[in-house]
């Protein structure tokens, strides 16, 4: 994470994260960390939120008869902490999400795997309509523990540049 403390009063200060625009390297990879283990309430609970009612996520009788041989993470839930992992880093000043492409789920995730991402910067440009913004494309890629992938995908954000703090802006 990048972090920055900002002094918001005698003797008080505020940490805030993240990259601005100018901040971004094209071809850098950033690592994000702590991991993430993954545990069997986390998928219930995001199960149950999502009304996700495939018996492989909740039922061990079932599962046990697949060839997985035990419940599978949700995959949707891989995918949430994975990008989740990143924003500190990637995503904390973006103004907006403009997309997520090609994600993939070359291997599952069990409950008590543990997740490690990182993000590398394909592309970055300055906004054409939005002053004192810009756009930046990265790859993320998360593995488990035993090193193997367990999900991938291209997002796009617009974030702001280090003249269009609306944090400093706001007092925030």
């Avoid at 008080?12 to 069997?40: K, L, N």
């Avoid at 990008?83 to 000043?93: I, L, N």
Wanted: aromatic share 10%; hydrophobic share 35%; net charge neutral.
């Amino acid at each position: 994470m990048v972090a920055e403390a900002v002094k918001v009063g005698e003797k008080r200060y505020r940490e805030r994260g993240g990259r601005y625009f100018e901040d971004f390297e094209v071809g850098a990879t950033y690592e994000h960390r702590p991991g993430r283990t993954i545990t069997e309430t986390d998928n219930t609970w995001f199960t149950l939120l999502t009304n996700n009612t495939h018996p492989i996520h909740y039922d061990a009788e079932y599962a046990k008869h697949t060839e997985f041989g035990q419940r599978l993470v949700v995959s949707t839930l891989t995918v949430s902490i994975v990008t989740g992992m990143s924003v500190s880093d990637m995503s904390q000043k973006a103004i907006a999400n403009l997309g997520w492409t090609d994600i993939m789920l070359p291997n599952p995730v069990f409950a008590g795997d543990t997740i490690y991402a990182e993000s590398e910067v394909l592309e970055k440009r300055p906004s054409k309509s939005r002053p004192g913004q810009g756009i930046v494309k990265f790859k993320t890629t998360a593995k488990n523990q035993r090193g193997q992938v367990v999900c991938s995908y291209f997002r796009t954000i617009l974030v702001m540049g280090r003249d269009n703090d609306i944090e400093a802006k706001a007092g925030y």
